[in-house]
Nanobody, 121 residues
Framework: QVQLVESGGGLVQPGGSLRLSCVASGSVFSISDMGWYRQAPGKQRELVAIITSGGYINYADSVKGRFTISRDNAKRTVYLQMSSLKPEDTAIYFC???????????????WGQGTQVTVSS
């Protein structure tokens, strides 16, 4: 079973930056597609960015040009660099790994516990 632990959230002023990190346990990180999602109060959870095991990247339109997703397979970590933050970016940010089947074992989709990002002056 993969476990994900996010960190890096906090309070930041509009226009500021934060970098979120998500560390995965286990041995299948390098072949797993990873994503960052967010959920604002009263809203549904939405995709922010994804990065596949092959390096394909996609962003939600609302964060294109401001957020950058990356991964370090040696550290089993996926990052979300957030710049030019806006109040509407305020949400709990979750890391997610997609299910993968490897070496005769199934690893299900897994979510982290989330980290709060608050953008306010």
């Amino acid at each position: 079973q993969v476990q994900l632990v996010e960190s890096g959230g906090g309070l930041v002023q509009p226009g500021g930056s934060l970098r979120l990190s998500c560390v995965a346990s286990g041995s299948v990180f390098s072949i797993s597609d990873m994503g960052w999602y967010r959920q604002a109060p009263g809203k549904q959870r939405e995709l922010v960015a994804i990065i596949t095991s092959g390096g394909y990247i996609n962003y939600a339109d609302s964060v294109k040009g401001r957020f950058t997703i990356s991964r370090d397979n040696a550290k089993r970590t996926v990052y979300l660099q957030m710049s030019s933050l806006k109040p509407e970016d305020t949400a709990i940010y979750f890391c997610k790994t997609e299910s993968v089947y490897y070496s005769g074992r199934y690893y299900p989709t897994t979510w982290g516990q989330g980290t709060q990002v608050t953008v306010s002056s």
